[in-house]
Structures are given as structure tokens and as C-alpha cells.
T-cell receptor, first 111, second 114 residues
Framework: AQTVTQSQPEMSVQEAETVTLSCTYD???????LFWYKQPPSRQMILVIR??????QNATENRFSVNFQKAAKSFSLKISDSQLGDTAMYFC????????FGKGTKLSVKP | DAGVIQSPRHEVTEMGQEVTLRCKPI?????LFWYRQTMMRGLELLIY????????DSGMPEDRFSAKMPNASFSTLKIQPSEPRDSAVYFC????????????FGPGTRLTVT
């Protein structure tokens, strides 16, 4: 069975700085997708970025990028130039039959 | 394009009452998921459907919970009778079967059972 682990319950970063959120996963599948979701105080779950496991190139979406280390089973999210609106819970998720979510990291961006 | 639509957005009810939550998935999506989120237990998958057929309902906590998907554009989650411990935010999400379950979430229904 697939497992997704986020080891940082809470993190904080100063506005305009860079922060990296960690995620590790374990799966027996040969092909799968990994996702990061953002949940701001409004509680809406928003898809931030996706990574296809067969692609070696790391995905990038504007200020958000991933560092996908397949052998190490690591899938971290880097947020550059942090903004106050990035304050949210961030969930890592992997697909195997359905999506398996980590327990989340609460990120606070401080002015 | 309209996203996933859930109704109601907020529901307050008394213990013992029947509660029905509704979801309209994104048009063309053929997988639908119901989640429950609480502070204590985080985000839990309750049940999901592929092509309107329930695939895995192992997350449904008790027989008091039931879900249906009569057609591709509508699903309900029913709790009967409701209990205070059912208080949570309930999310519906949809995806394409071919997209490795890249899910799009609705805004959620905040349920309070007093």
C-alpha cells in the first residue's frame, strides 16, 4: 500500500524568502503522479503542482517548483519569493487507485 | 468552466436528524470522491465512484452513512441519524479516470451537529 509522509507539522518563512516543504512516499507502482495541494484559511483545496513519475524533469509552476528524487522517494515543494497569500496548509498526495494524502504542513508567511 | 459544486455550504442540525449533502462534479469527469476533514483525523476518504459505480467505501465510518451517484452529474452523501461526532467539513472532489486521479475539490460543506 502507498504511504505519504509529511514530517513537518508547521513551518514559517519571512515574506519574499524561499521555503521548502518535505514529503516522502512509498509505492509499489511503476507509474504514478504526485501532487501538492494548498488549503488556505478559506478551506478550499487548491491543486498547486503535479509531477508525473516517469518524467525526470522537475515540475515548475511560477513560484512553485518540486524537487523529485525518485530513488530517494522524495517529493519536496519549493516556494520562492513567499507571499502572505501563501499562508496555508499544504498537502502532499500520491496516486494509487485513488489519492493518498499526507497529514499536511501548516505554512505561515510572516511580513 | 464551473468547478465542483457542493450544497449546502453550511449545515447546522440537531442530533438524530437526517442530513443530505449534495455534489455536482465537473462536467466530463468520471470519478467522484467524498472526503471528511476534522482537526483530529485530518482528511479522510469516505467513498469514491468510477463511472457512477462505488469502488471503495471502506472509509465510510458506519451504516449511518450512505452515498449514491444516480448519474454522472450528481451525488449525495447522507447521514441518518446524525450525531455530534459527525461534525466536520465534507468535501466532494472529481477527476478523470485517465488523469491518475488528479482531483479537483469543491468548496466543502461545514456540518455542525448539536
Amino acid at each position: 500500500a502507498q504511504t505519504v509522509t509529511q514530517s513537518q507539522p508547521e513551518m514559517s518563512v519571512q515574506e519574499a524568502e524561499t521555503v521548502t516543504l518535505s514529503c516522502t512516499y512509498d509505492t509499489s507502482e511503476s507509474n504514478y503522479y504526485l501532487f501538492w495541494y494548498k488549503q488556505p484559511p478559506s478551506r478550499q483545496m487548491i491543486l498547486v503542482i503535479r509531477q508525473e513519475a516517469y518524467k525526470q524533469q522537475n515540475a515548475t509552476e511560477n513560484r512553485f517548483s518540486v524537487n523529485f528524487q525518485k530513488a530517494a522517494k522524495s517529493f519536496s515543494l519549493k516556494i520562492s519569493d513567499s507571499q502572505l497569500g501563501d499562508t496555508a496548509m499544504y498537502f502532499c498526495a500520491g496516486s494509487q487507485g485513488n489519492l493518498i494524502f499526507g497529514k499536511g504542513t501548516k505554512l505561515s508567511v510572516k511580513p | 468552466d464551473a468547478g465542483v459544486i457542493q450544497s449546502p455550504r453550511h449545515e447546522v442540525t440537531e442530533m438524530g436528524q437526517e442530513v443530505t449533502l449534495r455534489c455536482k462534479p465537473i462536467s466530463g469527469h468520471n470519478s467522484l470522491f467524498w472526503y471528511r476533514q476534522t482537526m483530529m483525523r485530518g482528511l479522510e476518504l469516505l467513498i469514491y465512484f468510477n463511472n457512477n459505480v462505488p469502488i471503495d467505501d471502506s472509509g465510510m465510518p458506519e451504516d449511518r452513512f450512505s452515498a449514491k451517484m444516480p448519474n454522472a452529474s450528481f451525488s449525495t452523501l447522507k447521514i441518518q441519524p446524525s450525531e455530534p461526532r459527525d461534525s466536520a467539513v465534507y468535501f466532494c472532489a472529481s477527476s478523470l479516470l485517465t488523469s491518475f486521479y488528479e482531483q479537483y475539490f469543491g468548496p466543502g460543506t461545514r456540518l455542525t451537529v448539536t
